[in-house]
């Protein structure tokens, strides 16, 4: 069996970085169980139908938008809480970048010039604390074999 054979996400090796608030790249870790990152399509064109029935079509540039989510516990979450102080405090955006490695399928994903666009701020609380998740807004994203 290859190593292309394996669609497991426990292998999975996400990175993060900060521009202007960290010096290095930092790894998440703790996801949440059930649904640890989504994204939505990536939208490539748009087309009109013209009246004498001729498809139109065109380019149309459009962010991704991926939501991750982590476990309450997770020390991720200082990471997070900290983009979120410094962000409201100096009243601007940090820039993010990001690396999600799939070693199971040989494969990478680059994030660029992202932004937190918004995040659960507290867990919701009822018998266990929920997840907690981050909503990130990426210029491009880049897939590649490793």
Known sequence: MSNSD????????FTLTVKTLFNVPVRLENW?????WEGQ?????????SIDGKLNKGF??????MTLNFSPNS??????DAIQMATRQARTVYELNGELQLPGLNRKYTFV???IVEMAAVPNGGELLDERSVHIRWENVLPARI
């Open 6 to 13: 394996f669609i497991t996400s426990a292998d999975a090796v």
């Open 32 to 36: 949440s169980t059930n649904r640890a």
């Open 41 to 49: 399509a990536l939208r490539l064109a748009d087309t009109r139908l």
């Open 60 to 65: 149309v540039p459009s962010a991704y938008d």
């Open 75 to 80: 020390n991720t979450w200082d990471i997070f």
């Open 113 to 115: 010039s992202g932004c």
